[in-house]
């Protein structure tokens, strides 16, 4: 299932957003024009619908109500998410929309102005109900975080606990030892990697860590043999052999990875676990631009065996570069003095024209990104 259709209202930087979604999303915008905030509406669903989580939590989680409302907003306009669920990418099997407010006086708690779930055309929640008038406390929690009210889309609850938010800092996995205190909730970091690797039951394991060396192949072609391991005290690894010039080849640890190398196997060991959207934080960074260019091939062949979806926000020309994308798998986001609003690569006249000349995502839309002050930092770098 994939998240087929995106609505929001006065989230963070944008006003409005209306766009469909394909199994393959790069979202492109010069700094700060929200991406990071884009992804975050799916971090959020799922902050409500986890166990332990909720919709309390996960709005003051991101500093409340407030903070979360588009400050170009006038007055304060309700936060709304309306999100389409598809199988296979056309008629949508779910809709979900809430709408949340929040407490005009006392402890200005969020509570829900609507939430309403459909399956197919058929309306199968509508909130505020007669329950939810006669008491008003209801309303601070959404029917989607409780097991007894979420029965009839307990599906759609599942799919949103399982997005998955990926932000690899190799240092972190190499040394989460080093990385103390309470740490971020779902570990986005790869902190607790090595130990998800290893509560994988042994046959799922090995098939995914043999298909992850197989896709490095392109990338690290040294690297041989890969398999998850535990040292002395119980401490999970991954090691594999590093061929070099020397006869023979090295035995190398984690820690020994080149950063490139590491993000690699957690980006991949992500596309194979689950199928739920991955959110994917700038994959281009310490990786080399040859490898780079071949990451979206590289996606599309893993998420064939596996249908996940993958958004991707990114700066990099050489990710952007491959033909195969195409102008509706391609989010622009253009700051504006309302707010940043996001279109369709494939929808933007221009960049359409010259994508249907032949021109890349890269040559097409990316150029639109840069910071319009570029050429002055070039002529201020060369004083
Ligand atoms: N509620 C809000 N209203 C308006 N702007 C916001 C709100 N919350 C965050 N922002 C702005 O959004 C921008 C950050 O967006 P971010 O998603 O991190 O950008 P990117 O990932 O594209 O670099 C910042 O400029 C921040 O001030
Ligand atoms: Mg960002």
Same mark, same amino acid.
């Given at each position: ?225 890969? @398999? $998850?391991?535990? &040292?002395?005290?119980?401490? =999970?690894?991954?090691? #594999? !052999?590093?061929?070099?010039?020397? *006869? ?103 960049? @359409? $024209?010259?994508? &249907?000349?032949?021109?890349? =995502?890269?040559?097409? #839309? !990316?150029?639109?990104?840069?910071? *319009? ?11």
């Amino acid at each position: 299932m994939i998240v087929s259709h995106l609505i929001v209202k006065n989230w963070r930087n944008f006003r409005s957003v209306d766009v469909p979604l394909k199994e393959r999303m790069f979202l492109i915008g010069p700094n700060a024009s929200g991406k990071s905030n884009l992804l975050d509406v799916f971090r959020f669903l799922r902050d409500i619908a986890k166990p332990g989580g909720g919709l309390q939590q996960a709005v003051s989680q991101r500093g409340g109500l407030s903070k979360i409302r588009c400050l170009a907003a006038r007055r304060e306009p309700d936060v709304e998410i309306s999100v389409q669920l598809a199988d296979d990418g056309r008629t949508p099997s779910w809709e979900y929309s809430i709408g949340i407010k929040q407490q005009v006086r006392g402890y200005r708690q969020p509570y829900l102005a609507y939430e309403r779930v459909r399956q197919g055309t058929q309306l199968i929640l509508e909130r505020p109900d007669a329950h939810d008038l006669k008491d008003e406390l209801r309303r601070t929690q959404t029917h989607l975080e409780q097991i007894n009210t979420n029965e009839q889309f307990r599906e759609v609850a599942k799919f949103f606990e399982s997005v998955l938010y990926l932000h690899l800092v190799p240092q972190l996995l190499r040394h989460p030892e080093a990385f103390v205190g309470p740490g971020v909730p779902d570990d986005p970091f790869g902190r607790n990697f090595l130990e998800r690797v290893a509560k994988t039951p042994e046959k799922t394991r090995k098939s995914r860590l043999s298909k992850i060396e197989k896709a490095l192949r392109e990338a690290v072609p040294q690297l041989k043999n890969l @398999r $998850d391991t535990k &040292d002395e005290t119980g401490v =999970p690894h991954l090691e #594999a !052999l590093y061929e070099h010039w020397r *006869p023979r080849a090295g035995l190398q640890r984690e820690d020994q990875f080149s950063d490139g190398t590491l993000r690699l196997i957690g980006l991949f060991w992500a596309l194979l676990e689950g199928d739920s959207p991955l959110l994917l934080e700038e994959p281009e960074l310490s990786l080399h631009s040859a490898i780079v260019s071949r990451l979206p091939a590289l996606i599309s062949k893993l998420q064939r065996q596996r249908k996940r979806q993958v958004l991707i926000s990114t700066h990099s020309f050489d990710l952007l570069s491959e033909k195969g994308i195409g102008g509706e798998e391609v989010l622009d986001l253009t700051p504006d003095q309302e707010g940043t609003v996001v279109h369709l690569a494939s929808s933007i006249r221009e960049v @359409r $024209d010259l994508l &249907d000349a032949g021109l890349s =995502p890269a040559d097409a #839309a !990316l150029p639109r990104t840069a910071p *319009p002050g570029l050429d002055q930092l070039d002529l201020f770098a060369n004083e």
